[in-house]
């Protein structure tokens, strides 16, 4: 038995929705698992609509979630193009052979006379569904005259297969009518395009949304009629806004790009779209090795689900704050664009790192990390203004200046020395933390809210924390 060949053909008509990097997934699960290819197909015959920028998106978005591909744009294969305007004559060919098999037929029907007949059904029942009545079944067109290709839908019998998500389907011929396979400018429609091109491209199982159940019967249709095995197909549960709407743009983020610059892990936009539709156990988090062990398609779900940002956020923040999903150094390599885009450049790593720790448990995306560790990297925090007129008043000038004095006669700069030095100087000075530990704090980081505050001096440096501690008592005054 060879081994399995799954796709994804988005359409690039604009960015790379969240709901289409789910179908990738569970390819690309399905692929890396059996050791099967990816295979990536761009279906651009929206002509209108299809932009050499929206197709980079797709593919830069790919890659940032780590979705790599085995075959297709870029990366070649034995099958391509992979590109379906560039696979035209192909399309051509295939519809021929229906043709001259008698399995289809060049329809000269304008749009005109169909919009007419159309009108004149819903005339007579609003709630009608117009169904093309065959006009050119029986009539011979020239190849030359403008024409459609139509393919002969079987009025009896049904179309049956068993979907590995929502077992057997079973759809009555009769409720098909002889759909367009090829528009009369050559360019297939999409039924007729995603056939030839799996059949082509060896594709053995295809796996989509929901909202494609439609497509399927005239499909498995369309490998009878050319003498083809068909794949298996999985349809997957709809992804839905809170309100139950189709998820757009309207209801927030939705689109790849949106994510990664929301300072978003590309394992976590993975792991809750892996969530969203199947589910392995009590399991909420995973790394992508561990979705690639698990993954069965027996275990997605039929029903529909909503869209939810708060779990979204969750197990972003669980896949921060674990070592175990973000090495250290995978959190360093992608915080620091996000602290290059607050103006911190040319940091040292070693201090970057130290300033992690501190924010880590806390910081549920890479730009909450980068805000939280930004006073570190500047010569003088940026103060807020209201806890400066707070915190910084005359009565704790004297705190902050007696405080910077012991500290500077401290040897052994560390959170335990500090917090033994801190804790002596409050007695002698008969001083409760909470007496000190906010002026501090603002003069230090120019916020009330931070990490510990021996944390902070222990990244910050003895020389730092002295001068913002003095400066912090000069605006005291």
């Known amino acids: 038995m060879s081994s399995p060949r799954v796709r994804f053909a988005p359409s690039p008509t604009g960015y790379l929705h969240i709901g289409g990097v789910r179908t990738a997934l569970f390819n690309w699960l399905w692929a890396r698992q059996t050791g099967g290819a990816f295979v990536l197909r761009i279906e651009d015959t929206d002509q209108e609509r299809s932009t050499p920028q929206s197709v ?49 037929y060049r329809c000269t029907c304008t749009k005109e006379a169909l919009d007419a007949q159309r009108a004149a059904i819903k005339a007579r029942d ?30 009896e019998g ?34 007729f395009g995603a056939v030839v091109d799996d059949i082509t491209m060896g594709i053995t199982l295809v796996a989509r949304g929901r909202d494609h159940m439609v497509n399927t019967p005239p499909q498995l249709l369309l490998y009878e009629a050319l003498g083809e095995t068909p794949p298996e197909f999985a349809h997957l549960p709809m992804m839905l806004a809170p309100s139950g709407e ?15 610059d929301q300072g978003y892990a590309p394992e976590a936009v993975l792991n809750y779209l892996a969530r969203f539709g199947w589910s392995h156990g009590d399991q909420e988090v995973f790394s992508l090795d561990e979705l690639v062990a698990a993954f069965r398609w027996e275990a997605c779900g039929r029903g529909d689900g909503k869209f939810d940002t708060k779990k979204f956020l969750a197990i972003e923040h669980e896949h921060l704050k674990s070592p175990r999903l973000q090495s250290d150094d995978v959190y360093l390599r992608r915080v620091v664009p996000f602290l290059e885009l607050r103006g911190l450049c040319g940091l040292d790593e070693a201090k970057v790192k130290q300033a992690i720790a501190t924010v880590r448990e806390r910081s549920r995306t890479f730009v909450e990390a980068a805000e939280g560790m930004d006073f570190y990297f500047r ?81 910050l440096g003895q020389s730092a924390t002295l001068a913002r501690l003095r400066s912090g008592a000069k605006r005291c005054a």
């Not at 009769?174 to 999409?190: E, H, I, K, N, T």
Request: some cysteine; hydrophobic content about 40%.
């Open 56 to 104: 980079q998106i797709i593919l830069d978005s790919l890659r940032w979630l780590g979705l790599t591909w085995d075959e297709g744009p870029e990366v070649g294969g034995p099958h391509g193009p992979y590109t379906q305007m560039q696979r035209l004559a192909t399309y051509r060919e295939f519809a021929e052979r229906l043709v001259a098999q008698g399995k289809a």
């Open 126 to 155: 609003p709630k009608a569904n117009f169904r093309y009545p065959g006009t050119c079944r029986t009539q011979k067109h020239s190849v030359s005259s403008p024409h459609v290709v139509r393919f002969v839908t079987p009025a």
């Open 246 to 260: 189709k998820l757009s743009k309207r209801h927030g983020a939705v689109s790849v790009t949106e994510y990664r």
């Open 379 to 459: 010569g003088e925090p940026v103060m807020d203004e209201k806890a400066r007129v707070k915190f910084l008043v005359p009565a704790n000038a004297l705190h902050l200046l007696s405080l910077a004095e012991r500290l500077e006669a401290m040897e052994g700069w560390t959170a335990e020395g500090l917090e033994s030095t801190v804790t002596d100087w409050l007695l002698e000075r008969k001083l409760h933390i909470r007496d000190v530990a906010q002026p501090a704090r603002v003069a230090l980081t120019g916020r009330t809210a931070s990490p510990g505050l021996f944390e902070v001096m222990v990244v």
């Open 158 to 191: 049904s179309v049956r297969y068993v979907d590995k998500v929502f077992g057997e389907v079973v759809t009555p011929n009769a409720a098909q009518q002889d759909f367009v396979l090829v528009r009369s400018d050559g360019v297939p429609l999409y039924n």
